[in-house]
């Protein structure tokens, strides 16, 4: 089932997320329509608590080198945990939940992580480039946080201003 995405300035994106307790249906039902969602809106990376589900779940799906996103290549992250980081790489980022807006964010280049799979394993990697970008943007999303949040000042309120310039249109 694809469900609604929930967007900035929703006050329940700044909900911290909590464990998962139990490796059910009730969490494979809840990661199978995060995918539908995700794919449905042209997304690589999709958070529990994008669709209002406040649990450490989060999905990342990068397209191949034929820009094909092949479920083969799916990740499902549950109850991620970051070990170790370094190196800092700039990254333009967007969010399903922040639509139409993409800036520069800096973040660890390197990261290794530990979290479980769908049916409890526990899975620790390592994950640099775009795929360690978006481990980190959906992590936060877990926290609490949007990359709008980690923009500089000076990009932070050229954000502002983009933001509300769209509000005003819409009202029209
Ligand atoms: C997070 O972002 C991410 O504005 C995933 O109109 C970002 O899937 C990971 C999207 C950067 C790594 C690098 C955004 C789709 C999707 C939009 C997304 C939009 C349609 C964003
Ligand atoms: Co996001």
């Known amino acids: 089932m694809i469900r609604e995405i929930i967007t900035y300035p929703n006050k329940k994106l700044k909900e911290p997320s909590k464990d998962i307790k139990k490796f059910d249906k009730e969490l494979h039902l809840l990661l199978d329509d995060m995918y539908e969602t995700m794919v449905a809106k042209n997304g690589i990376g999709l958070a529990a608590i994008q669709i209002a589900i406040p649990l450490n779940a989060l999905l990342i799906l990068l397209p191949d080198e034929n820009d094909e996103q092949k479920k083969e290549n799916l990740l499902e992250v549950i109850n991620p945990k970051i070990i170790n980081q370094k190196g800092s790489i700039i990254y333009q980022e967007g969010c399903l939940s922040v639509p139409d807006y993409y800036d520069d964010v800096k973040r660890a280049e390197w990261i290794e992580v ?18 360690g970008v978006a481990f980190q943007h959906e992590m936060d999303h877990l926290k609490g946080h949007l990359f709008i949040e980690r923009l500089s000042y000076l990009k932070r309120k050229k954000f502002d201003k983009e933001w509300k310039k769209k509000e005003r249109a819409k009202k029209k």
């Open 114 to 131: 530990e979290y479980y799979d769908r049916f409890g394993n526990k899975i620790v990697k390592e994950y640099d480039e775009l795929l």
